[in-house]
């Protein structure tokens, strides 16, 4: 028998396996545990003497989760962030949940205080081992009043930025 007309149907069955094994992935289940960790997104962490905040996530649901956001700097110039994360997962995957966010904080900085809102799309991942430890990355749109007008920005974030997670 030919070697190249036997490894091609195996090769087909492989990847048809491969396949549909992948979709029957499931993502991490969050539901009722408890995130520690730390966000730097708010906008106050674009003027001098930003402060990351800590954060405490909680998975509400294994579609929903929410965090508490607070940071404090009372040295000059002060710096604070008081917030909240709602997160909605729209699509699984064995080590990383990808979701819809919505965000909203009480922030100051440099003198000057406002609000922000914000809102996007983020992902969670979960190295294979540490399923402990989530790092997150999240992109979307943010409006703030913090430097005395309304500002419009993008969001483009990275683990550094939108958070890291130890769940207990």
């Given at each position: 028998m030919n070697k190249k007309k036997f490894l091609l149907p195996l090769w087909t069955f492989l990847f048809f396996i491969g396949f549909f094994y992948a979709f029957d992935a499931q993502s991490k289940d969050l539901h009722a545990r408890l995130?520690?960790?730390?966000?730097?997104?708010?906008?106050?962490?674009?003027?001098?003497?930003?402060?990351?905040?800590?954060?405490?996530?909680?998975?509400?649901?294994?579609?929903?989760?929410?965090s508490l956001i607070a940071g404090v700097k009372t040295g000059s110039p002060t710096n604070s962030t008081f917030g909240t994360k709602f997160f909605k997962n729209i699509f699984y995957e064995n080590n990383l949940n990808f979701y819809f966010m919505l965000g909203l904080g009480l922030v100051s900085g440099a003198g000057h205080s406002g609000f922000e809102g914000m809102s996007g799309f983020g992902a969670e991942f979960f190295i294979p081992g540490i399923e402990s430890l989530g790092f997150s990355f999240e992109t979307g749109a943010s409006i703030h009043t913090i430097t005395g007008s309304t500002v419009l920005r993008t969001l483009g974030l990275s683990f550094v930025d939108a958070g890291i997670h130890f769940y207990f």
């Open positions: 995130g520690l960790g730390y966000n730097r997104q708010f906008a106050n962490n674009l003027v001098d003497g930003a402060t990351p905040a800590l954060s405490l996530k909680y998975g509400l649901t294994k579609d929903i989760a929410m």
